[in-house]
């Protein structure tokens, strides 16, 4: 059984439409993907529709948060996309990152990149638009070779020359907002060093007492030592250990079903989660 639990659309900042995602998930011999686009839910319709026999989809979102002033994601999987105190909080994030983007475009401006809100918004289409949408137009632009190269200092990285902050919900926040919608909350690539500042392991230790379900442990940004030293932490603080693709179609070198998730794990995912239920395909899992 191969299981994906982090994948992104065109309803965030992924390639593939929520349908060609989950074409493409059974293409690639997934029994169950989760859709954990940045802070929207907007893709789970089209997705369900077109959901293939033999697939499972995981309803989920990947939320923007900040702690001491260090960013991170926060998967929530299986909550209530209706319950409101969660919907607010996503939507409060949403409603940030247009003013976000064109900050960020007029600091590249000045810098003398001569990208424009309106490339950008043709990048983004009807996704919600995030950083990832400006190191595609830096690429098409021939500023940087590829979209990882933008998320360095001299451009978009946190602290960055062109980075703007964003509203970020605070990570103990989030797991209250999480588990009042009935969902399970599972700290997403937590040693991804080469995107900024991580948080310490005293404050992993923290959010695992405030509710934490989990960390995601094999991903492609963590070597194998940090995957030992964070399955170790994992073990020490009695979270799950989940593995994933983070999945953006062709804005990123990743494969569907690179790194995958433990059946027993996802198990357990889905008997603590209280919001929602995994959707199966015709014939699903």
């Not at 191969?2 to 293409?27: F, K, N, Y």
Request: hydrophobic share 40%.
């Amino acid at each position: 059984m191969r299981i994906d639990l982090h994948t992104h659309s065109t309803a965030s900042d992924g390639t593939d439409t929520p349908a060609e995602l989950v074409r493409h998930a059974a293409a690639a011999g997934l029994d169950v993907v989760a859709l954990t686009d940045h802070d929207t839910t907007r893709g789970y319709d089209e997705a369900v529709a077109a959901l293939p026999p033999g697939l499972t989809l995981v309803t989920g979102a990947e939320l923007s948060c900040r702690v001491d002033g260090v960013s991170m994601h926060m998967l929530a999987y299986l909550f209530d996309p209706a319950e409101p105190d969660l919907l607010a909080e996503r939507e409060l994030v949403r409603d940030d990152r247009v003013p976000r983007a064109r900050g960020m475009i007029a600091k590249l401006n000045e810098l003398g990149v001569p990208v424009t809100w309106e490339q950008v918004a043709r990048i983004a289409g009807d996704g919600s638009v995030g950083r990832p949408h400006v190191a595609t137009a830096l690429v098409e632009l021939g500023v940087v070779p590829s979209v990882s190269d933008a998320f360095t200092p001299e451009w978009l990285a946190d602290g960055g020359r062109a980075h703007v902050e964003k509203h970020e919900t605070d990570p103990f926040e989030a797991i209250r907002l999480i588990k009042g919608a009935g969902g399970v909350a599972v700290f997403a690539h937590p040693a991804a060093s080469k995107r900024g500042r991580t948080v310490p392991e005293s404050v992993i230790a923290e959010l695992a007492a405030a509710g934490l379900d989990g960390i995601e442990v094999d991903h492609m940004d963590h070597d194998a030592p940090a995957r030992a030293r964070l399955r170790g932490l994992a073990g020490d603080l009695g979270l799950l250990v989940t593995g994933s693709s983070d999945y953006h179609g062709s804005r990123k070198s990743c494969v569907l079903g690179e790194y995958t998730t433990d059946p027993e794990i996802y198990g357990e995912i889905t008997r603590r989660a209280t919001g929602a239920f995994p959707v199966p395909g015709a014939g699903g899992v």
